[in-house]
């Protein structure tokens, strides 16, 4: 699987931006599929999962209620929509594709876009 993440940019405090995730191959439906985040000096960190079905959704503390995770297997794309966007959220967003385990661990997932950059401004 080839992930090609897309969306990023610069926008304000409180503002909104999607994230796409687009997947070569025709097994994307078979993977559960994640976004995790990495800020200068700072470890990869998990934002938000979603099962192969769509049917399971999981979120970071930081980041629910404000941030909605979603999947088209049509068009083997996974969304992250990104609201009430805060300073803290700046970093490198990268989506990932994993067959297994909690989801919310990097060493899970086995397959890796190439990061699109999100910065916050206050």
């Known amino acids: 699987v080839q992930l090609q993440a897309s969306g990023g940019g610069l926008v304000q405090a409180g503002g909104s931006l999607r994230l796409s995730c687009a997947a070569s191959g025709r097994t994307f439906s078979s993977y559960a599929m994640g976004w995790f985040r990495q800020a200068p000096g700072k470890e990869r960190e998990f934002v938000a999962a979603i099962s192969w079905s769509g049917g399971s959704t999981y979120y970071a503390d930081s980041v629910k209620g404000r941030f909605t995770i979603s999947r088209d297997n049509a068009k083997n794309t996974v969304y992250l929509q990104m609201d009430s966007l805060k300073p803290e959220d700046t970093a490198v967003y990268y989506c990932?594709?994993?067959?297994?385990?909690?989801?919310?661990?990097?060493?899970?997932?086995?397959?890796w876009g190439q990061g699109t950059q999100v910065t916050v401004s206050s």
């Open positions: 990932a594709a994993t067959g297994w385990g909690t989801l919310t661990k990097p060493d899970e997932y086995d397959y």
